[in-house]
């Protein structure tokens, strides 16, 4: 751990004691949400949902669903690939969205580069990492294989939609944004709280219009809302 160690300042671990008793997380604690440093102190408390991690190809733990519930972070520390503990740190939220520089560099964290500019534009001051002012989670709880969606099943769905709303009771937010229509259509409607849905920051439609304008403007008109106390 003592790599993320470094880079705690940007997000706290003041929720974890409870976040830690969520069933997914006593398995998979490096999963736990990315919760801000400065997480509803300006403006109300907003948790963004993704979609989910991703593994390299040459990984297979992932592929069974049954499987991958049933195992935990020490299975991946002990899988064999050419980087020791790669599906560790893909899966560790934290690490993904802590920047360690001007940006991220890696061209799979392009998610967290496009909210972070999008909130920015919305409103939120400029900072280290504007992704500090809210908290984040994948929606759902097991990894697609890279460079695709989750095919996701009635058994990720089941985990998904017991975690999230776990996450949602600890860090009561007063506003939950999807940002993968995918994860919304699944776990959404299932959800205590009322949510939206914009697509996913990484995809085509993030810059593509719309009839609804393109999915960074959707975000960073939710994200005004949500600061003008208008968020509906």
């Known amino acids: 751990m003592d790599k993320v160690m470094e880079?705690?300042?940007?997000?706290?671990?003041?929720f974890d004691s409870k976040l830690e008793c969520i069933e997914h997380y006593q398995k998979h604690p490096q999963m736990m949400?990315?919760?801000?440093?400065?997480?509803?102190?300006?403006?109300?408390?907003?948790?963004?949902?993704?979609?989910?991690?991703?593994?390299?190809?040459?990984?297979?733990?992932?592929?069974?669903?049954?499987?991958?519930?049933?195992?935990?972070?020490?299975?991946?520390?002990?899988?064999?690939?050419?980087?020791?503990?790669?599906e560790y740190w893909?899966?560790?939220?934290?690490?993904?969205?802590?920047k360690k520089g001007p940006t991220w560099k890696k061209k799979s964290f392009t998610i967290f580069r496009n909210l972070e500019a999008?909130?920015?534009?919305?409103?939120?001051?400029?900072a280290d990492n504007a992704l500090r002012y809210v908290a984040f989670m994948n929606?759902?709880?097991?990894?697609?294989?890279?460079?695709?969606?989750?095919?996701?099943?009635?058994?990720d769905r089941e985990h998904s939609v017991k975690t999230v709303q776990s996450v949602i009771a600890v860090l009561a937010p007063?506003?939950?944004?999807?940002?993968?229509?995918?994860?919304?259509?699944?776990?959404g409607k299932k959800l205590s709280i009322d949510?939206?849905?914009?697509?996913?920051?990484a995809s085509p439609w993030w810059n593509r219009a719309s009839k609804r304008g393109t999915g960074k403007a959707q975000f960073v008109a939710l994200m005004q809302q949500v600061l003008a106390g208008e968020y509906m």
């Not at 049954?66 to 972070?73: L, P």
């Not at 929606?139 to 009635?154: E, H, M, N, Y």
């Not at 007063?174 to 776990?187: G, M, Q």
């Open 90 to 98: 893909a899966t560790h939220t934290r690490a993904c969205l802590t």
């Open 7 to 14: 880079y705690t300042a940007q997000h706290t671990t003041e």
């Open 195 to 201: 949510s939206h849905a914009t697509p996913h920051p």
């Open 33 to 86: 949400p990315f919760v801000g440093a400065d997480y509803g102190k300006h403006g109300p408390r907003v948790l963004v949902i993704g979609e989910s991690h991703y593994l390299q190809p040459k990984s297979t733990i992932h592929l069974n669903p049954d499987v991958w519930y049933a195992s935990s972070v020490a299975d991946l520390d002990n899988a064999a690939l050419d980087d020791t503990r790669r």
């Open 174 to 187: 007063e506003h939950v944004i999807f940002v993968s229509r995918k994860a919304y259509k699944a776990l």
């Open 118 to 126: 999008a909130l920015i534009e919305a409103g939120y001051p400029i």
């Open 139 to 155: 929606g759902f709880q097991r990894p697609a294989v890279s460079r695709l969606s989750i095919k996701d099943t009635p058994l």
